[in-house]
């Protein structure tokens, strides 16, 4: 880099490339490509090579094996870097010139921002489970309820940044780097929440504040068992350049590595891109459809697997949706308005709503999607259609709008739209959040006047779903959604007017979507040789403790322990998180997250132990937090954080 520091990358070049240059895709991550993500990046980038295209993962300054300390997402040395790192590609004797990005969550991310430097050599993008808009629509907050992945994520960017490089790669100088990090690095978590609304520091690097920034084509994908659905939409809304869009039924991954029935050749879709954008060959790809998607059928909950149907649309928004309003009242969802009775209706929800509601960022595994909501919908106020005698399909976003008041200042509504099949079971099709004082919008709440009759339009995540007929809607409305969730300071009624409506967004069936073709089974490149020593461990536990009252949740998140033969290195991480309260008391919930991660080779090894707890009182919340760092049985490092932050209106 201009100031000296080094990046570490590893290059897949195709055969003859020194020869006859070709172009070049660039993955940037913080991931650490020589061993957590070295088997992922040798099915994908080794695909590229093989495909006449170099393929480069770049370990960010502070990860990995490269030079400095990592202390944020998305600063502006990292966009800097980026794009420092494009022209040096450019310029290699093996490289074209055109160049382009492609990245999933964090790599989506900073594809989508280093696009908007408008960085000369970069021609094309792919942005994979990303958002243009770092506060409202990221894993930190949602409606202005802050999500509890935000609490989880810092602690896992908290383990990563606590390993130091491989002294095979660095040489000597591997401790020093450690030690630097490990001081540096600092505890993300207390950023997050010195920022409750959306200002300055969210607005940097959400691109959603100037679209026409990105000149580049972009194709856009998501999953809908991902938290990041919505940015594809206004993605496709918004830009101005060449854009395409794919959705399906995956959750938080490459779509090659859907799994269990959702998986799709993504690579394919994606060469073809590049050889749209990079390579020039007329293919086609920008004469299809802006919009493919995954209409998705009634499934039971925890199934996995995704059944449904391709749809395309041409543009968005489409011409094609009818939003069709619907009226609700004393638990149903009615067609025509005269049916209803003028009564209000109240909800106060116990801290339980929640206990089954998956991960915001799902990795569609039975474990982190939701399951039946039969019993969280016991928490709620609900209405219901009568059994649909048609099926219905929609595509968009649905809408909620209320009359509502509250008795307490600050307060949040959690929505939820299910499918309830004619056996009784609920699955969670969509949802949306909304901290009330955060109504009109993230950047200037305001408390509600208790007493005040507020109207509310809350907005839920896009979604492409078939309701088959002999099935219902329902409608679920919650006063919290804990521990998806971190509930407001006090536990807060609603009494909500009649009156209030329901809008779906309706696609009419369309003919045209039956003759798309299949997008084929996931295609991977063989991946590097690695032997298993201890089995993955996913487990994920509610429990309620009737001595004593106490609700807790428990995920176990450990991978596989492997040895990455080429490289002789062995590699270890264990997660635990556990989310509790105590006799439904808001003011004892409780999120703790402990990571251990390893990395050993003959006489050399490291682990690291990260912890983290959040709590909260009505005005504050509390963060405590330890790393320790061994060398062999050593500790050579040990630092603890307790901090106290004021709530701001959440």
């Avoid at 502070?62 to 202390?71: K, T």
């Avoid at 606590?162 to 591997?174: E, F, M, N, Q, T």
């Avoid at 200037?444 to 779903?465: C, F």
């Avoid at 509930?487 to 967004?505: H, Q, T, Y």
Wanted: with cysteine; glycine share 6%.
């Amino acid at each position: 880099m201009p100031d000296g520091c080094k990046l570490a990358a590893k290059i897949w070049l195709p055969e003859g490339a020194e020869e006859k240059p070709v172009p070049a895709v660039l993955e940037y991550i913080p991931y650490r490509k020589r061993d957590f993500k070295a088997i992922r990046d040798s099915k994908i980038h080794r695909y590229f090579a093989q495909n006449g295209y170099a393929a480069i993962r770049v370990d960010m300054r502070g990860s990995g094996d490269s030079d400095g300390v990592l202390e944020d997402e998305y600063l502006p040395q990292e966009l800097d870097d980026g794009a420092e790192i494009i022209e040096w590609i450019a310029s290699q004797p093996w490289c074209t010139g055109n160049v382009g990005m492609i990245g999933i969550s964090w790599g989506g991310f900073n594809a989508l921002q280093i696009a908007a430097k408008d960085t000369p050599h970069l021609k094309a993008i792919i942005t994979v489970s990303s958002s243009d808009d770092r506060y409202a629509d990221d894993v930190h907050y949602m409606g202005g309820c802050m999500l509890t992945d935000n609490l989880s994520w810092a602690s896992t960017m908290f383990s990563y940044n606590s390993l130091p490089p491989d002294p095979a790669i660095v040489g000597d100088k591997w401790k020093e780097m450690w030690l630097d990090r490990l001081e540096g690095s600092g505890l993300w978590l207390k950023k997050w929440l010195q920022h409750q609304r959306r200002d300055e520091y969210w607005k940097h690097a959400s691109v959603a504040e100037n679209y026409e920034a990105i000149s580049c084509p972009v194709f856009a994908v998501s999953g809908w068992a991902d938290g990041y659905s919505n940015t594809v939409f206004r993605l496709m809304e918004n830009l101005q350049v060449p854009r395409k869009a794919l959705v399906g039924g995956w959750g938080h991954k490459y779509p090659n590595f859907g799994g269990k029935g959702v998986g799709i050749d993504f690579l394919r879709e994606a060469t073809r891109w590049w050889d749209r954008w990079l390579k020039k060959i007329d293919n086609g790809v920008d004469e299809e459809p802006m919009l493919r998607l995954w209409m998705q059928d009634s499934v039971s909950p925890l199934i996995s697997s995704s059944p449904g149907k391709w749809i395309a649309e041409n543009n968005w928004p489409s011409s094609k949706i009818e939003n069709q309003e619907f009226c609700l009242s004393q638990g149903r969802i009615h067609l025509e308005e005269d049916e209803i009775k003028n009564e209000d209706m109240r909800i106060r929800s116990p801290l339980s709503v929640g206990l089954f509601a998956g991960k915001w960022y799902s990795y569609s595994e039975s474990t982190d999607l939701p399951h039946d909501q039969s019993e969280e919908d016991g928490g709620a106020l609900v209405f219901d259609t009568p059994e649909l005698e048609e099926d219905i399909e929609i595509l968009g976003s649905p809408e909620v709008e209320l009359e509502l008041q509250s008795d307490q200042p600050i307060a949040m509504i959690a929505l939820r739209l299910n499918d309830v099949c004619r056996e009784g079971t609920s699955t969670r099709v969509t949802y949306g959040l909304l901290n009330l004082a955060h109504r009109d919008g993230n950047e200037n709440p305001a408390v509600l006047e208790v007493g005040n009759t507020y109207r509310i339009s809350i907005k839920m995540n896009y979604v492409a779903q078939n309701f088959p007929a002999g099935n219902k809607i329902r409608l679920s409305l919650s006063t919290s959604y804990w521990p998806f969730a971190w509930p407001s300071p006090e536990p807060a009624a609603l009494s909500i007017k009649s009156k209030g409506k329901l809008i779906l967004p309706v696609r009419p069936k369309n003919k045209e979507d039956d003759k798309l073709s299949d997008i084929g089974k996931p295609v991977l490149s063989e991946p590097i040789h690695s032997t298993l020593l201890e089995p993955a461990k996913r487990e994920w536990t509610v429990q309620h403790n009737l001595a004593t009252n106490e609700v807790k949740q428990q995920i176990i998140n450990n991978d596989a322990f492997l040895r990455l033969d080429d490289i002789n290195l062995e590699i270890g991480k264990e997660t635990t998180e556990v989310y509790s309260y105590l006799n439904n008391n808001y003011n004892t919930v409780r999120g703790e997250v402990e990571s251990t991660r390893s990395l050993a080779r003959g006489n050399w090894k490291i682990k690291t132990l990260t912890r983290t707890v959040l709590t909260s009182t009505p005005t504050h919340f509390q963060i405590r937090a330890i790393l320790d760092a061994y060398e062999g049985d050593t500790r050579i490092f040990s630092k603890s954080w307790d901090d106290l932050i004021p709530r701001d209106m959440m």
